[in-house]
């Protein structure tokens, strides 16, 4: 690990049920049901807390978490989001007024818009391309047809159409990204809730760790996340995380990939629930999060900076730049892989 490393900030999953979350000093403690320490982090190492299921956090360190900006993110024991608590921040008035002017432009909305849809199919269509490289006839006419979408995406004349577009793409992708599991898990297509078999069981679990952490940077940036330009406004769903986190959604996808096809996860790392569909074990949720964790400490070049920077520091960047393209009216930059 390298300096930047040792600095850079992290985020602390806490996975382990009937744990309780303590402060000493200045670090974070986490004590399983007998006392044991299973973690111990200095705050200032870090930059967002998630607790999964049930786990238990002492009034000293909630208070100490939220006073050193730190993002505490509750969800369930399979990852769905509950609620966050993080701090009172001095709001960007002026910043949102103009979020909401930009909301009524058409014209720039669909701009911005295009380019996260353009973005994904891309992304999606790389990713594709990596996993059949040792068998290129797997391809056959699906990247084509990709490619095509994408540039579709570019020149949609609305934002109704450009919906249509995505959706299209989803469909073929989804299709050529069952093919390339190596592994027989029942993965018939994207089935969300619940989710219907173990791959979409591991997809909806990724999403929901990369939107915590994309509305953490959109918080950050002091943008309103309940106003995006993509997805339409919808009562009690922030929308711009999801706006922003499209182009991000690969990422999430080559760590099921991984997972399957490298055999580190099987059939029995999951189990069936009538209501709540096929729930990872204890196991293959903290493998997930390992295998998670380390793909966000990846580093990428980020094009409007011109420094390579980690995804988990790309997202934050991104929401600056969002921020940046309301206040002076500049291109969004999204992530485009090669």
């Known amino acids: ?3 930047s490393d040792d600095i850079a900030p992290t985020s602390l999953y ?10 000493v000093g200045g670090r974070l403690l986490v004590r399983d049901r007998d006392r044991r320490v299973l973690k111990d982090v200095p705050l200032f190492r870090l930059d ?3 607790l999964f299921g049930n786990v238990e956090v002492t009034t000293e360190a909630l208070v100490q978490i939220v006073r050193k900006g730190i993002d505490l993110v509750y969800l369930t024991r399979t990852g769905q989001f509950k609620c966050r608590a993080n701090p009172l921040r001095l709001e960007d008035a002026e910043l949102r007024i103009l979020q909401y002017r930009l909301s009524l432009d058409e014209e720039r909305r669909l701009a911005a818009a295009r380019k996260m849809v353009a973005a994904k199919i891309g992304n999606c269509r790389v990713l594709l391309r990596r996993a059949t490289s040792a068998s290129p006839q797997m391809s056959g006419a699906l990247l084509p047809k990709l490619k095509q979408l994408a540039s579709e995406a570019e020149r949609a004349p609305n934002l109704e159409y450009l919906r249509g577009i995505e959706g299209a793409a989803a469909r073929e992708y989804f299709s050529g990204f069952g093919a390339r599991l190596k592994q027989d898990l029942g993965f018939l297509g994207r089935a969300r809730r619940p989710p219907r078999d173990p791959v979409n069981s591991l997809l909806s679990f990724g999403y929901t760790l990369l939107y915590s952490q994309v509305l953490s940077a959109v918080n950050s940036a002091g943008l309103d996340p309940y106003q995006g330009v993509l997805h339409a406004i919808r009562k009690g769903r922030p929308s711009l995380p999801l706006d922003l986190m499209e182009e991000l959604r690969p990422l999430v996808d080559g ?6 096809n490298r055999v580190t996860l099987t059939a029995r790392d999951f189990r069936m629930d009538q209501k709540l569909g096929c729930r990872m074990t204890d196991r293959a949720l903290g493998r997930f999060v390992d295998t998670f964790h380390a793909r966000m400490r990846g580093t990428v070049h980020h094009d409007s900076t011109g420094r390579t920077v980690s995804y988990s520091d790309f997202i934050r960047v991104q929401a600056r730049g969002f921020a940046d393209l309301i206040r002076r009216n500049t291109e969004y930059l999204p992530l485009c892989w090669r």
């Open 255 to 260: 760590v099921v990939l991984a997972l399957v």
């Open 14 to 23: 806490v996975i382990e049920q009937g744990s309780r979350l303590h402060r």
């Open 48 to 50: 967002r807390v998630l």
């Open 1 to 3: 690990m390298s300096d």
